[in-house]
């Protein structure tokens, strides 16, 4: 098949563009990659539709290739393609060389033993080295663009593989001193010498001369892959992140190198620092962060090559050379920022944050810088935090959080407003107290806020978030804390829906703060009306802070509160409510309303539970019950008698679907009563507690039914049939859907769906009231007579078996005969519930057969009367 024209192939890259994976599991995923491949070498396309094509394997590599052999086959046809190409200018080369070191590198063939990367490397490296690697590949015009992408294409591959290219140390640095793109060209090196470093610090070696301009001490060439197999973990950061600055997190132990050693890498360090105000800031800054880290892995090497490079950033407007000055700052301190150096950053940093015209994201950038600025001699404990030692308060007057910030840059200021308040220093107590009385005003009108009745959402965020960071950051402080938890129960007095804010908040802080809003929490739920139509945020604040102390008022609350728990989600909230008072060590109290739920409850889910937890808190200890209840499953065993073990007791409390233990079927009829009832009879495969059997009807025929409870059943013991009163809204067979709910020997609560049970028609037949002996035949009479003229008759043909009539009758029809006159003639009356009747004669029978006379105030009953009597002479 020829190559597709600019069309199709716009169709497909829009389809596979819609969904990838969807795409490459049709039928023409398999073929995209090859196809793509193919037609790039086509004439018939145009140079703007390959373009389109190598952008595709750009950005979905992995899905194009997506293991080593295909990738390798997909980077040889790449550089097969790049080059068939004519010398003339063409876009496409850069992208071919892009195409085929991202196949390599996300297809995870880069190594020895790949063809495509023994050539693309070498092609590479020529390439960046300004010299073509074979005549007539591109016009000179191209050569500068074609230097720049072989050197993203070779820091790509040194990222993949560090240590890749130790080996043209000399050779890059070489190339410096001409005329090339100096940005890549730096870049690469600077990430070359330093995964070199990592690389040979892991391994104990030395540099063994790989930084001489020039030299080649490899044997075999430029490439070492043992060095690539040494270093072959992934090195962590390549930009400036001076919060990671310590030692371990990179994995560069810190070696003392030869004289020579260290003067090569001095040299080169002091090389590429020369250059760097030709680059851009982006670049600039991951130079500086990463000569900053290859320098630091040396002992006694001081960091003064960067001193110049100081002079000129302390003054920069640009933040990402501001960032890289704070990231040197957090690698080397004092040993390269004077303590005038860091008041000067300070400075900068506070008065830009304060500058009106920001925009957000940069106030927000200055903010953070304030907030984690790495000093040269921190006060307290490491990891602690604490504002600045030379920021002073004065210093920050335009920083103070206002509700007319934006919320992050509100959390940002109020986090720096709480770390001033933390200070405790005599001769700033005034201007401390004034701060705390703004951190307090500030809360206030954050509490006032989020108490709105309808509020946004936001505002209730912000309140809480506010919150937890004056409590982290304050914990030691009462005098912030007090008002902040009165301030906080009044909120929830205002609002309780927002009580998962609340249970949030609490699962947070420190007990500081913890204890004393729990209390007043439950001080101010108790002391609701178990009926308050916010019932449901009580309870859910309850479960968080109820505990052993004052139970007497919350059980008071709980038992208000039953009454009114109508629905499951109520209910299910109520027994955790239960659940927490248990695992504080329950009590009298506890123990009847446990009862009381268990009995009253509607859902019996919940009443297992109440059930259970009864048991629970009668045979256990307290220090038994707080394991038993405790949501880790790997704890100490037990010694009870009815819980051995904690390991799946959350299981305990779900309802799982299990294979019904138990058969159900249909017995004999027995006639009691007003209603028609079916016996049924049960049979277990294994003991079966607290069983539920639920029965549906389809349809709006019957009325619901009544589910049947079974304390307990075992095999091989006789067990009482079940009675299932049915009330038919009119009469006619049905299909009941059986559902069990029980509880295992175990302990499980399971349910399981059994076979259907049939109601036949036969079993909706009732009795009418027995007449006196001689009144039957007039009795007869009376009905048979009232059932016309709004009812109707028919005459159907019922076969007979062997045994003749009486038989017939005396097995299916004894309870309904009013006049017999054996064998020959029977009056029968059946009721049919609702309010239907169905009468019929049986006479002159025949040898095969007798004629029935039917009449019914029902005609929609014919046809089933039909089908019954033609069904008699077969089941008798």
């Known amino acids: 098949m020829g190559p597709l024209s600019r069309e199709a192939w716009a169709q497909r890259l829009a389809a596979f ?25 086509s004439e018939k396309l145009s140079e703007q539709t390959k373009v389109s094509l190598l952008v595709l394997t750009l950005e979905y590599p992995v899905q194009l290739w997506p293991d080593a052999p295909a990738a390798e086959v997909a ?112 870049l690469l090196l600077a990430l ?74 001095r040299a080169a360090v002091a090389q590429l620092l020369d250059i760097t105000y030709l680059l851009t800031p982006v670049a600039q800054a991951q130079l500086l962060w990463l000569l900053g880290w290859a320098l630091r892995g040396l002992q006694g090497q001081p960091p003064a090559l960067f001193k110049p490079q100081l002079v000129r950033l302390l003054g920069t407007a640009q933040m990402t050379l501001l960032h890289a000055v704070l990231a040197l700052k957090a690698a080397f301190g004092e040993a390269l920022f004077t303590a005038q150096d860091e008041a000067l950053l300070l400075r900068r940093l506070t008065l830009a944050a304060q500058h009106p015209a920001l925009p957000p994201p940069t106030h927000l950038f200055y903010l953070h810088c304030l907030l984690n600025f790495p000093e040269n001699c921190p006060l307290g404990p490491e990891g602690e935090e604490a504002a600045p030692l030379l920021l002073r308060p004065q210093m920050c007057r335009g920083l103070l959080p206002s509700l007319l910030h934006d919320p992050m840059a509100l959390l940002a200021r109020l986090h720096l407003l709480c770390l001033f308040c933390a200070e405790e220093e005599e001769e700033e107590k005034d201007q401390v107290q004034s701060l705390q009385h703004s951190l307090e005003e500030l809360l206030a ?193 037990l010694t009870s008698s009815l819980v051995a073990e904690n390991q799946g007791f959350a299981a305990a409390l779900m309802v799982q679907e299990a294979p019904a233990p138990m058969r159900l079927s249909v017995g004999s009829r027995e006639i009691k009563g007003p209603l028609p009832v079916l016996q049924l009879q049960v049979e277990v495969l294994e003991p079966v507690y607290s069983l539920e059997l639920r029965f549906r009807v389809e349809g709006q025929i019957y009325a619901p039914l009544e589910a049947i409870h079974v304390p307990c059943l075992c095999p091989n013991r006789p067990v009482r049939p079940l009675l299932l009163p049915l009330q038919p809204r009119r009469p006619a067979p049905a299909q009941l859907d059986v559902h069990a709910l029980y509880t295992t020997s175990t302990g499980l609560t399971c349910h399981a769906h059994l076979p259907p049970l049939s109601v036949n028609f036969a079993d909706l037949f009732l009795p009418f009231p027995q007449p006196p002996e001689g009144a039957r035949p007039g009795f007869f009479e009376e009905l048979w007579d009232s059932c016309l003229p709004k009812g109707t008759e028919s005459r159907v043909w019922c076969p007979l078996g062997p045994q003749g009539l009486e038989p017939l009758v005396s097995h299916h029809l004894r309870p309904f005969v009013v006049v017999a006159q054996p064998p020959t003639s029977y009056c029968i009356a059946i009721r049919l519930p609702p309010d239907s009747r169905l009468l019929m004669r049986l006479e002159g029978a025949q040898g095969d057969g007798a004629p029935v006379v039917l009449r ?15 069904g008699l002479s077969a089941a008798v």
Not at 19 to 33: N, Q
Not at 856 to 870: F, I, K, M, Q, S
Request: proline share 7%; charged share 20%.
């Open 856 to 870: 019914t105030d029902d005609w929609a009953v014919l046809p089933l009367v039909g089908n019954y009597l033609r």
């Open 192 to 265: 070359a010498l330093r995964n070199i470093l990592v690389v040979q610090s892991r391994a104990g070696a030395g540099l063994q001369g790989l930084l001489m301009a020039g030299v080649s001490p490899i044997k075999g060439g430029l490439w070492d892959w043992t060095l690539v197999e040494e270093g072959d973990t992934h090195i962590q950061p390549q930009a400036p992140s001076w919060q990671a600055a310590e030692e371990g997190k990179h994995g560069l132990a810190a070696r003392e190198p030869h004289l020579e050693e260290a003067r090569e890498v």
């Open 445 to 637: 009108g954050l509490q006032q806020r989020a108490a709105l009745e309808g509020g946004p959402r936001a505002l209730a965020v912000l309140c809480f978030q506010a919150s937890y960071l004056v409590a982290h950051c304050l914990a030691r402080q009462p005098t912030v804390l007090t008002p902040l938890i009165h301030g906080l129960a009044q909120l929830y007095q205002a609002r309780p829906v927002l009580a998962p804010h609340f249970v949030d908040l609490l699962g947070q802080v420190r007990p500081e703060l913890g204890e004393p809003l729990r209390v007043l929490l439950r001080q101010e739920v108790v002391s609701r009306p178990g009926r308050d139509e916010a019932l449901r945020w009580h309870l859910q604040i309850l479960a968080k802070v109820a505990n052993g102390s004052d139970q007497c008022a919350t059980l008071s609350f709980l038992q208000a509160a039953a009454g009114h728990c109508t629905g499951w989600d109520l209910q299910q909230a109520l027994l955790r409510v239960c659940r927490a008072l248990l695992q504080a060590g329950g009590g009298d109290g506890l123990a009847d309303l446990l009862q009381v739920l268990a009995r009253q409850l509607e859902d019996p889910d919940g009443r297992d539970h109440a059930r259970l937890y009864y048991i629970l808190l009668a045979h256990l200890a307290r220090p038994k019950l707080g394991v038993a209840l405790a949501p880790s499953l790997a704890v100490p065993a």
């Open 17 to 41: 563009r819609a969904s990838p994976s969807a795409f490459m599991t049709g039928p023409k995923g398999e073929d995209l990659g090859r196809d793509l491949l193919n037609d790039l070498r």
């Open 75 to 186: 980077a040889t046809s790449l550089l097969d393609t790049l080059v068939l190409l004519p010398p003339r200018p063409s876009a496409l080369r850069r992208l071919l060389l892009l195409a085929a070191t991202t196949a390599l590198a996300a297809g995870g063939a880069l190594g020895p033993t790949s063809g495509a990367s023994c050539r693309l490397l070498p092609l590479l490296l020529g390439l960046a080295s300004g010299s073509n690697l074979e005549p007539g590949f591109g016009p000179t015009s191209e050569q500068r663009p074609l230097q720049a992408t072989a050197c993203e294409c070779l820091r790509e591959l040194e990222s993949c593989k560090p240590g890749l290219l130790g080996g043209t140390l000399g050779l890059l640095r070489g190339l410096l001193g001409q005329a090339g793109p100096v940005q890549p060209l730096s």
